[in-house]
């Protein structure tokens, strides 16, 4: 009986201790998560606001930058916000040492602290990320320049390198083109050389109602002046199929095709030409020769000729200006060339009257 009277006041004993000890343990509880409330608010103060933010001026921008001390920062983020801090430190030592190189070595890592920014932000909304996202926004678009100027010079040296291999390849081709040219001429001056055919100067008349007087010995060459059936001309060279002759005062090339010797011969046309006589080269021309000058470097033809057919008459002196009535005109008293016959019509094409003789 004794026994189960102690037994039961030790119950009844655990049971009022039991009832005492449960507020001070719930109390305690409490306390810790408000100690543990305070802490983590009084870590987001040192991170909140403008506290520990300075400025950097950059052509004469502010750009934001926060760094806090290590001993300030306490959390579970206190290593992502330290990682933070470092990059953005060393990105801003390249920067102030104005190594842009480096700073674009760093591009990887101010990503990642981007994205850790970012996560700092989700997890604690308190503490002030704005300077760490305008920081590295400013780092970043550095880099951006820096690229693009790169680009821009890769591009300039690659099109200069282009049109460096464009100016060297068409200057090759000229190259060639000239050297190509040059042989052309080369073969041509032989080919006229083997043909070339050194004359004393003879005179010989066009079988032809028209023909022209070419620049050079080519079909394609430019036309210096036609010439009428029977039209006397004087023959200087004789180049294969090509005649280099002087006719109205000029010199170029006639088809040796159409020329004959004399004007019993002339077949095209309705030339009336008769007793023409050969008339020398002058005195200038001779000497040019190494010959002697003749002693008369004219004739005049008969006065039979006056006119005759429509013809009318030149001094083949090299500088032909008016044509003459007659052979006879006082005109022609001077003319110390030859005095040539030539066609009324084709006389007034080229050439001015005579004020003796119209």
């Not at 009277?5 to 507020?23: K, S």
């Not at 604690?124 to 680009?151: C, D, G, M």
């Not at 159409?258 to 006589?277: F, K, R």
């Not at 000729?305 to 008459?313: D, E, F, R």
Request: proline share 3%; charged share 25%.
């Amino acid at each position: 009986m004794k026994q189960t009277i102690l037994t039961l006041c030790g119950f009844l004993f655990y049971l009022q201790v039991q009832a005492q000890v449960e507020p001070v343990a719930a109390g305690a509880v409490l306390l810790k998560a408000r100690i543990g409330i305070a802490r983590s608010a009084e870590a987001d103060r040192v991170g909140k606001g403008a506290a520990y933010v300075s400025y950097i001026i950059h052509n004469g921008d502010s750009i934001p930058f926060k760094r806090v001390p290590r001993g300030k920062i306490r959390g579970a983020q206190r290593a992502t916000i330290l990682s933070i801090e470092t990059t953005l430190s060393e990105a801003k030592t390249l920067y102030l040492a104005n190594d842009m190189e480096g700073l674009v070595e760093e591009q990887d890592k101010l990503a990642l602290a981007r994205t850790n920014v970012g996560a700092v932000e989700l997890i604690r909304p308190k503490w002030n990320v704005a300077p760490y996202k305008a920081e590295i926004a400013f780092y970043e678009s550095l880099i951006h320049s820096r690229q693009t100027l790169a680009r821009l010079v890769s591009d300039i040296e690659a099109s200069n390198a282009r049109m460096a291999a464009e100016r060297e390849l068409r200057a090759t081709d000229e190259k060639n083109r000239r050297a190509e040219q040059a042989e052309t001429r080369k073969e041509h001056n032989v080919m006229l050389s083997s043909s070339l055919t050194q004359t004393e100067g003879y005179y010989q008349y066009v079988n032809a109602s028209k023909l022209n007087l070419r620049e050079w010995p080519s079909t394609s060459a430019k036309v210096l002046v036609s010439l009428d059936a029977a039209s006397r001309i004087e023959v200087v060279e004789e180049l294969g199929e090509w005649r280099k002759v002087k006719a109205l005062g000029r010199e170029g090339y006639l088809s040796a095709s159409y020329l004959v010797n004399s004007l019993e011969d002339v077949t095209a046309g309705s030339a009336e030409l008769s007793n023409v006589s050969y008339y020398p080269k002058p005195a200038a021309a001779a000497k040019r020769r190494g010959r002697a000058a003749p002693s008369t470097f004219r004739s005049r033809p008969a006065a039979s000729q006056k006119n005759k057919a429509g013809t009318v008459y030149y001094c083949n002196s090299g500088n032909v200006v008016k044509y003459h009535r007659s052979a006879n005109c006082r005109g022609l008293n001077r003319c110390k060339a030859a005095i040539e016959p030539i066609s009324l019509a084709e006389a007034s094409n080229y050439m001015n009257p005579c004020k003796f003789c119209y």
